[in-house]
């Protein structure tokens, strides 16, 4: 049996944790125990381990070293990114990037000051060689109308964390459109009229009235903001017989 009864270590930057003294191993047995690293500086470092036992090696030395280096430097780019403006409801994109400078980066995590403005596109931890980029989305989706802002803030080992990407962005609200359809009355007895309309001039049209319209006019409330539409009508007589198409209307929805 082996009996350790004193261990000392050298070298500031060195430590060593799970070995309680005295201790004794019987024969064939072992212990394990941690010894730690936390560099002062830049540059090399050594030192060592001394125990002190009644083995036949009495005096048994354990030389450490290792080297320090500067911790790694993280940058976002853009630094700040504006999304301008959103229709509330709706979602936007931009893509940024993380830079590891000096040294990787390890990056553990990410938390949002806005749950407007979200991050995708990356997992964590995810490590960054120096030197060496990954990108990332961010998606800004408006609940109101009005100025929104925020922050990213990116948790990791290196030396500026948290780093921080600045989000700015508008809500506007949501615009809807009609068409406004007037014509003249057929001089013909007719019991009503039918709107028909395309996406294409010429056709094919589609009719957008549910039932037969009985007057000279009619609204369209199930447009987009930004498309052309081309519109025809139809008289119905009370035979039940439907006339040709009248001539076509071209419409331009405003944007948005």
């Known amino acids: 049996m082996v009996t350790i009864s004193q261990a000392t270590i050298t070298g500031s930057a060195f430590r060593f944790t799970g070995l309680s003294l005295p201790l004794s ?104 060689a120096p030197g060496q980029s990954t990108s990332l989305t961010l998606t800004f989706t408006p609940r109101t109308s009005g100025i929104a802002s925020g922050n990213i803030s990116f948790i990791s080992d290196a030396a500026n964390t948290p780093t921080v990407e600045s989000l700015t962005g508008s809500g506007t609200a949501a615009t809807s459109h009609s068409v406004s359809l007037s014509w003249n009355a057929t001089p013909s007895a007719v019991v009503g009229y039918n709107i028909y309309r395309s996406a294409t001039a010429g056709g094919p049209y589609t009719k957008v009235n549910p039932v037969l319209n009985p007057d000279t006019h009619y609204v369209d409330t199930s447009v987009d903001g930004g498309a052309t539409y081309y519109y025809v009508s139809t008289a119905v007589a009370r035979s039940g017989v439907e006339s040709k198409y009248s001539k076509q209307l071209r419409v331009v929805i405003p944007s948005p």
């Open 25 to 128: 191993l019987e024969k064939g047995h072992s212990v394990t125990f941690s010894i730690g690293f936390s560099p002062n500086g830049e540059g090399g470092a050594s030192g060592g381990i001394a125990m002190v036992s009644n083995a036949s090696n009495q005096n048994l030395a354990i030389p450490l070293s290792g080297t320090g280096i500067s911790a790694g430097h993280l940058t976002s780019g853009p630094a700040a990114l504006n999304f301008d403006a959103v229709t509330v409801g709706t979602s936007k994109t931009l893509t940024a990037t993380l830079t590891a400078t000096t040294s990787s980066v390890t990056i553990s995590s990410a938390t949002s000051t806005n749950s407007e403005f979200c991050l995708g596109g990356i997992s964590f931890p995810t490590t960054i």
